[in-house]
C-alpha cells in the first residue's frame, strides 16, 4: 500500500489549513482570513484503500525578519527535510511575489516530489492563468491542479495526484484516525481560533491560548484556559465592553469543543498579560511544537 508524509506550504492565507480540513473530511487545522493562523505543524491523516496519507499543515512562509517568523521559515524548511512530498499551496487571487520567489528557490531542489495547487480558483478575482505560468516557468515538471477548498474542486485530481507520487510503504496511524494532535492542544486551537476571528490588526498575532486545567468529573469535561496577549490595551479589545467579547470566544469555543468530547463542557476562560512573549525563545519554541 502507500503510505506517505507530505507537507503542505506556502504563502500565509493561500488556504492550506482550509486544503487540508477538505481532504481530511475533518476540521484539523484551524482557518481565519487574518494571515499566520497556523502556528504548529498540525497533521490530518487521509485514509483510503490505496494507502495513507499524512499531511503536515505548517504555518505560512512570510518574508519577514521577526523573530518569530524566522522561527516559523524554519519550521518550512525542517519539513521540507522530513517529508516524503511536498503540496505547494498558491492563492490564484494573488500575484506571485517576493515570498514566492523565496518558496521557489527553497522547493527547486525537491522538484521529483512536488505537487502543486492553484487555489481559490472559485473566487472572483483569481487569476489564475497568471499564477499558471509563473509555476510553468519556475517549477517547470512539476504537475500542477487547480482547486479550490471551499468548493472541493480539483481536490480528487489533487489526492490522485498524491497517492500515484507517494511511495509504498506501511501504514502510520489506524484507519479510524484522522489527526495526531492531544486533545489539550485542539481544545486551545478552537479558543485561538474563536479569538482570531473576533478581534482584529495586531491582535491576533499577539495571542496564544494557555490551557491550565483540563478534567473530566463525571459528565462534565472541565477546562481552564487563558487567552493571553502582550498588552493591556490588547487585553481590554479581548474582554470587550462588559465582557461582550469574551463571552462570545467562550461560548463559540465551548459549542465547537463539545462536537469533539462525550461530555458536557465548562470552559472558564480568562485573559491574561505577558509582555513581550513573542521575544522570547521558550515560549516560542513551546508553541511551535
Ligand atoms: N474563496 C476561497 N477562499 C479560500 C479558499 N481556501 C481558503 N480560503 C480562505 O482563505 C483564508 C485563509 O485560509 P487558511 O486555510 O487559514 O490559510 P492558510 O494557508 O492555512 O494560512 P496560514 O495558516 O495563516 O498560513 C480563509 O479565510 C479561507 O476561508 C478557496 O479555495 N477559495
Ligand atoms: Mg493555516
Known sequence: MKA?????????????????????????SITASVPQTTR?????????????????????????????????????RSSLKEADLVLYVLDTTRKPGIEEQDLVELLKDHRDR???????????????EEVTAFITENLPEVRWVQTSAVTGEGLDELLSG???????????YPDDFYTDQDPEFRVSEIIREKAIVRTREEVPHALYVDIADM??????????AFLTVERESQKGI???????????????????????????????LRVKVNPKWRKHDGVIRRLLG
Open 4 to 28: 506517505a508524509f507530505v507537507s503542505i506550504v506556502g504563502r500565509p492565507s493561500a488556504g492550506k489549513s482550509t486544503l487540508l480540513n477538505k481532504m481530511c473530511g475533518y476540521k484539523v
Open 40 to 76: 504548529n505543524k498540525i497533521r490530518g491523516i487521509v485514509n483510503r484503500e490505496e494507502g495513507q496519507i499524512v499531511f503536515i499543515d505548517t504555518p505560512g512562509f512570510h518574508h519577514n525578519d521577526r523573530k518569530f517568523n524566522i522561527m516559523l521559515k524554519d519550521v518550512v
Open 114 to 128: 512536488i505537487i502543486i495547487a492553484l487555489n481559490k480558483v472559485d473566487h472572483s478575482h483569481s487569476a489564475v
Open 162 to 172: 498524491i497517492y500515484s507520487l507517494s511511495p509504498e510503504g506501511e501504514q502510520m
Open 215 to 224: 478534567e473530566v468529573n463525571e459528565d462534565t469535561l472541565w477546562i481552564r
Open 238 to 268: 479581548l474582554v470587550g465592553r462588559g465582557g461582550q467579547v469574551i463571552k462570545e470566544i467562550r461560548q463559540a469555543a465551548q459549542k465547537e469543543i463539545k462536537g469533539l468530547f462525550p461530555y458536557k463542557i465548562h470552559l472558564d
